[in-house]
Structure formats: structure tokens, C-alpha cells
């Protein structure tokens, strides 16, 4: 399995990017996905997590802004990020556990400037 991950970049306060996260390779079906991102001299944290049910639960700081749709057609997952904040800046990473195995991208710096 490979996480292949885009769409980040560099916005101003108040703006929005959506990252994308395609997925190749044996997908079960019964897998939980996610977002973490990781800020310089910090540790990573989860900003989504999507249950194999469809689920999606979001840490306090980013409810409300960020959306987390799937297209399970495509392998692709997103992360729609909007009235983004100067502490949102961060590498993020998508995530993939299936039974027995844990997959990361390879990470996409978003950067947001107040």
C-alpha cells in the first residue's frame, strides 16, 4: 500500500487549501483513516480520523474549519481546510490502518502566514 499525498502550500490567514491523500494498492475494506500534521519542535497530533463505518471525529482546535470527505471510488481521501490559522502551519501526514498494518504519506508542508 502507498499514500501519495498533495495539495498543500502556502496561504494567507483567513484562506484554504485541500490536501489529497490517493491510496494504491490491496485496500481492505475495513480500514481507519486519518490526518495528523506535525509542527516544528512539536510532537504529531491527530486533526481527523475517519472510522471504517464513516465516522469522522476532529480535534477541538480545527472543528468547524476542516472537512474530511472520502471518495472511496478513487482510494482518495481529503482534507478540506478553511479559515486556516498561522497555527495551522505544519507537515501533514495521511494515515492508513488495515488489520495488522499501519501506512503514512510522505507528508505535505502547509505553511499559513497572518
Known amino acids: 500500500v502507498q499514500l501519495v499525498e498533495s495539495g498543500g502550500g502556502s496561504v494567507q490567514a483567513g484562506g484554504s487549501l485541500r490536501l489529497s491523500c490517493a491510496a494504491s494498492?490491496?485496500?481492505?475494506?475495513?480500514?481507519?483513516m486519518g490526518w495528523y500534521r506535525q509542527a516544528p519542535g512539536k510532537q504529531r497530533e491527530l486533526v481527523a480520523i475517519?472510522?471504517?463505518?464513516?465516522?469522522?471525529n476532529y480535534v477541538e482546535s480545527v472543528k468547524g474549519r476542516f472537512t474530511f470527505p472520502r471518495d472511496n471510488a478513487k482510494n482518495t481521501a481529503y482534507l478540506q481546510m478553511n479559515s486556516l490559522k498561522p497555527e495551522d502551519t505544519a507537515v501533514y501526514y495521511c494515515?492508513?490502518?488495515?488489520?495488522?498494518?499501519?501506512?503514512w504519506g510522505q507528508g505535505t508542508q502547509v505553511t499559513v502566514s497572518s
Open positions: 494498492g490491496n485496500i481492505f475494506r475495513i480500514n481507519v
Open positions: 494515515n492508513l490502518k488495515t488489520i495488522g498494518n499501519t501506512y
Open positions: 475517519m472510522s471504517s463505518g464513516g465516522s469522522i
